[in-house]
Structures are given as structure tokens and as C-alpha cells.
């Protein structure tokens, strides 16, 4: 059973940057990725990295601001969140996916199978 703990999340004014990170309790897991959901509002994939981490996939709206990171030694994911918006804020979620997991797509929350608990991340304007 894979558990993923958040921390990094806070309050930060426009403009601002925050890292979040989350540690892994195995290292059996391939992708890793960020989510967000911010209140009233479906999750969406925020950022995706491959196990070797070659490929890296990005939504839109976080392009240029955000970059994801792994160590897959330490067992740690980060999200580098850079020129934050008041937009961004939202409940941010670290997830892993096994091999065995059924392929969708990496933005795409059905790709994951292990999630955790979530941080909090408020960008006031």
C-alpha cells in the first residue's frame, strides 16, 4: 500500500511562490502528479511526471510557473509554484499510479490509483 503525505501549502500574496512536496511511502509507483481542486469545482490534473522522469506534462493555466520534480532515491515528489494567482488557490493533492493501473491519461485523475490528504494553497490578490 503506497501512502503519499503533503506539506508546503499556505497562504501567499499574488505574485508569490510556495513548495509543496510529498513523500512516498514506497517507491513501486510509476507517474507521479499534482491535482487541484478548489471549492465548487471538479479536480483537475495540474502537473504529471514519468517514473524516469522524461516526460513531464503540464495543464495550461500553470505553464511557465509551475515544475514538477521527483527523487525517486528520497521517495519525494515537489511542485515548484512560482508567480502564483489569486486562480490557483485550491486544495492541492500529490498521486501516484502503480503499473497495473489501467492507462488513461497523464492529466487525467482516473490514472491514479493512491492519493493523499491534500494541502491547502490561498493566493490572495
Known amino acids: 500500500q503506497v501512502e503519499l503525505v503533503e506539506s508546503g501549502g499556505g497562504s501567499v500574496q499574488a505574485g508569490g511562490s510556495l513548495t509543496l512536496s510529498c513523500v512516498a511511502s514506497q517507491l513501486t509507483y510509476s507517474w507521479v502528479a499534482w491535482f487541484r481542486q478548489a471549492p465548487g469545482k471538479e479536480r483537475e490534473g495540474v502537473a504529471a511526471?514519468?517514473?524516469?522522469?522524461?516526460?513531464?506534462y503540464y495543464t495550461d493555466s500553470v505553464k511557465g510557473r509551475f515544475t514538477i520534480s521527483r527523487d525517486n532515491a528520497k521517495g519525494t515528489v515537489t511542485l515548484q509554484m512560482d508567480s502564483l494567482k489569486p486562480e490557483d488557490t485550491a486544495q492541492y493533492y500529490c498521486?501516484?499510479?502503480?503499473?497495473?493501473?489501467?492507462?488513461?491519461?497523464?492529466?487525467?485523475?482516473?490514472?491514479?490509483?493512491?492519493w493523499g490528504q491534500g494541502t491547502q494553497v490561498t493566493v490572495s490578490s
Open positions: 498521486a501516484a499510479r502503480t503499473p497495473a493501473r489501467s492507462w488513461t491519461a497523464p492529466l487525467d485523475l482516473n490514472n491514479y490509483n493512491y
Open positions: 511526471m514519468s517514473k524516469d522522469s522524461s516526460s513531464i
